[in-house]
């Protein structure tokens, strides 16, 4: 239980989950702090046909500086033209239970974390709506006590964003990109060695190459001194890297999420 309320934390506050798009209009505090709940509904695996449930606190935090955001996701305006932004994005997973029959007689996946460099550029824009190009480049880490890498996946992406132009007004996301990885962050996930060889599961030595097609949604806004925000993911496998692994038994996953914050100060 410790570990699944340590990942969901991540997921929320940094991970990319959330909407991750700074708010940019005046008016708006720099510092804000608060605290809220959290619960997620993910597979137990990217695809795996169990589901998990879980429940946790989060710290809630933003901050909107001349250069540096930190607005459920964190950004930094390094170049001098408004189209073009560095940010840092982030993904996670929870680690699989002990109980899933697909991974029966291996070893347990632990939660991870994946972050690095996003180079974004805005194509297009009209009022509050924009088009950007996303390339974001993350680095993977499992944790259990330890942090070990896992290997690197890159997910280029477009994405259709919805401003807020006053405080409480929604703040909308939508991406649909393609997600690819090397082998060794496939094969965290993915691979079936000698000794885990069943009937139902041969062997498997995953590669590097396309992980599928992701498309996600994400909103949050103010009522008052409280915050919602919430995600739908949507992940299809067909004709991946990864589809012929054993461990595959669902090519189409849906992983959501709902937060609820109380802010507390405003700055």
Same mark, same amino acid.
């Given at each position: 239980?410790?570990?699944?309320?340590?990942?969901?934390?991540?997921?929320?506050?940094?991970?990319?989950?959330?909407?991750?798009?700074?708010?940019?209009?005046?008016?708006?505090?720099?510092? #804000?702090? !608060? *605290?809220?709940?959290?619960?997620? &509904?993910?597979?137990?695996?990217?695809?795996?046909?169990?589901?998990?449930?879980?429940?946790?606190? =989060?710290? @809630?935090? +933003? @901050?909107?500086?001349?250069?540096?955001?930190?607005? #459920?996701?964190?950004?930094? /305006?390094?170049?001098?033209?408004?189209?073009?932004?560095?940010?840092?994005?982030?993904?996670?997973?929870?680690?699989?239970?002990?109980?899933?029959?697909?991974?029966?007689?291996?070893?347990?996946?632990?939660?991870?974390?994946?972050?690095?460099?996003?180079?974004?550029?805005?194509?297009?824009?009209?009022?509050?709506? #924009?088009?950007?190009? #996303? *390339?974001?480049? /993350?680095?993977?880490?499992?944790?259990? !006590?330890?942090?070990?890498?896992?290997?690197?996946?890159?997910?280029?992406?477009?994405?259709?964003?919805?401003?807020?132009?006053?405080?409480?007004?929604? +703040?909308?996301?939508?991406?649909?990109?393609?997600?690819?990885?090397?082998?060794?962050?496939?094969?965290?996930?993915?691979?079936?060695?000698?000794?885990?060889?069943?009937?139902? /599961?041969? =062997? @498997?030595?995953?590669?590097?190459?396309?992980?599928?097609?992701?498309?996600?949604?994400?909103? &949050?806004?103010?009522?008052?001194?409280?915050?919602? !925000?919430? =995600?739908? /993911? @949507?992940?299809?496998?067909?004709? &991946?890297?990864?589809? &012929?692994?054993?461990?595959?038994?669902?090519?189409?996953?849906?992983?959501?999420?709902?937060?609820?914050?109380?802010?507390?100060?405003?700055?």
């Amino acid at each position: 239980m410790i570990r699944n309320l340590g990942l969901a934390v991540l997921l929320v506050t940094g991970c990319g989950l959330l909407p991750v798009h700074a708010d940019h209009y005046p008016g708006h505090a720099k510092l #804000e702090w !608060g *605290l809220g709940m959290v619960a997620l &509904s993910a597979p137990d695996f990217l695809g795996s046909r169990y589901t998990q449930n879980q429940i946790a606190p =989060f710290p @809630y935090i +933003k @901050y909107r500086g001349d250069f540096l955001y930190v607005d #459920e996701g964190i950004e930094g /305006r390094l170049f001098k033209s408004p189209d073009l932004l560095l940010a840092i994005s982030g993904n996670g997973s929870l680690p699989s239970p002990d109980d899933n029959p697909e991974r029966e007689g291996m070893e347990e996946l632990d939660a991870t974390v994946e972050l690095g460099p996003s180079l974004e550029y805005r194509a297009w824009s009209d009022g509050p709506q #924009e088009v950007w190009l #996303e *390339l974001p480049l /993350r680095y993977g880490f499992r944790i259990n !006590g330890s942090v070990d890498s896992i290997g690197r996946s890159v997910n280029p992406r477009f994405s259709w964003r919805l401003n807020p132009q006053q405080k409480y007004d929604w +703040k909308l996301k939508f991406t649909a990109g393609v997600l690819f990885a090397d082998n060794r962050f496939h094969g965290y996930f993915y691979n079936v060695n000698a000794d885990e060889v069943t009937a139902t /599961r041969p =062997f @498997y030595e995953a590669d590097g190459g396309r992980s599928g097609l992701r498309f996600d949604f994400t909103y &949050s806004r103010r009522f008052g001194s409280a915050w919602l !925000g919430g =995600f739908f /993911r @949507y992940d299809n496998l067909d004709g &991946s890297e990864i589809e &012929s692994s054993p461990l595959v038994s669902e090519a189409d996953n849906l992983t959501a999420g709902l937060a609820l914050a109380w802010i507390l100060s405003e700055h």
